[in-house]
């Protein structure tokens, strides 16, 4: 069984063009991580998201968690070939405990 | 400080085989965690630990042996490997936030690639 579910699962678009992947739950969580993965690399944590309705923003990326805190979504601002990679959300139930993640969102930004 | 480090960073192994995954890190962190990654399937979680001498089985656990006699390494063993054991498989680390915090990051190694023929 899947926790969460990620959409879509793969993106292909321009450079400067935006984009938005979700991260859907019927689980409530204690907090929501995004990653990046590389290929050959393992994850890299981007942000965490604590509160509901909580909305953080890393330079282009905006991240959002839901109010009920069951989903969470990451939106890029003028996507840039930089940006290529395997986007993935973690949900934690307590902390310093095993996330679950989501399949992932291959996203590829072409110039 | 180099962080989450694990070897090798390949390996084939035949069928029935057995072999032992390293990790190490050097950020003193108390936490250590073991996942799979299958194309399209996002990370498992194999096996986790919260201490030294302290295990427990994750997700997918069956397989698989762990064993964590130091707080810096924290080893994965496969016992007689299948081909359902071809996979990516990732360590990882973190500190607990701390008493009522709710997160904290985890930070992982660069993967071994282990292909069971």
């Known amino acids: 069984t899947q926790l969460l579910e990620q959409s879509p699962q793969f993106l292909s678009i321009q450079e400067g063009e935006n984009l938005t992947v979700y991260c859907n739950s019927s689980?409530?969580?204690?907090?929501l991580q995004w990653y990046r993965q590389e290929p050959g690399e393992g994850p890299v944590l981007l942000v965490t998201v604590v509160t509901g309705g909580e909305v953080k923003k890393l330079k282009r990326l905006t991240f959002q968690f839901g109010d009920a805190r069951k989903d969470s979504s990451l939106h890029i601002t003028a996507a840039q070939p930089g940006d290529t990679g395997l986007y993935l959300c973690a949900g934690a139930r307590l902390a310093g405990y095993a996330l679950n993640f989501g399949k992932g969102t291959s996203l590829l930004v072409t110039p | 400080n180099a962080g989450v480090t694990q070897t090798p960073k390949f390996r084939i192994l035949k069928i029935g085989q057995s072999m032992t995954l390293q990790c190490t890190q050097d950020?003193?962190?108390?936490?250590m965690y073991w996942y799979r990654q299958d194309p399209g399937m996002g990370l498992k979680l194999i096996y986790y630990s919260v201490g030294a001498g302290i295990t427990d089985k994750g997700e997918v656990p069956n397989g698989y042996n762990v064993s964590r006699s130091t707080t810096e390494d924290f080893p994965l063993r496969l016992e007689l490997a299948a081909p359902s054991q071809t996979s990516v498989y990732f360590c990882?680390?973190?500190?607990?936030?701390?008493?009522?915090?709710?997160?904290?990051?985890?930070?992982f190694g660069p993967g071994t690639r282990l292909t069971v023929l």
């Open positions: 950020m003193n962190h108390n936490y």
């Open positions: 990882a680390s973190s500190y607990p936030a701390g008493a009522g915090a709710l997160t904290d990051t985890q930070y």
């Open positions: 689980s409530v969580f204690s907090s």
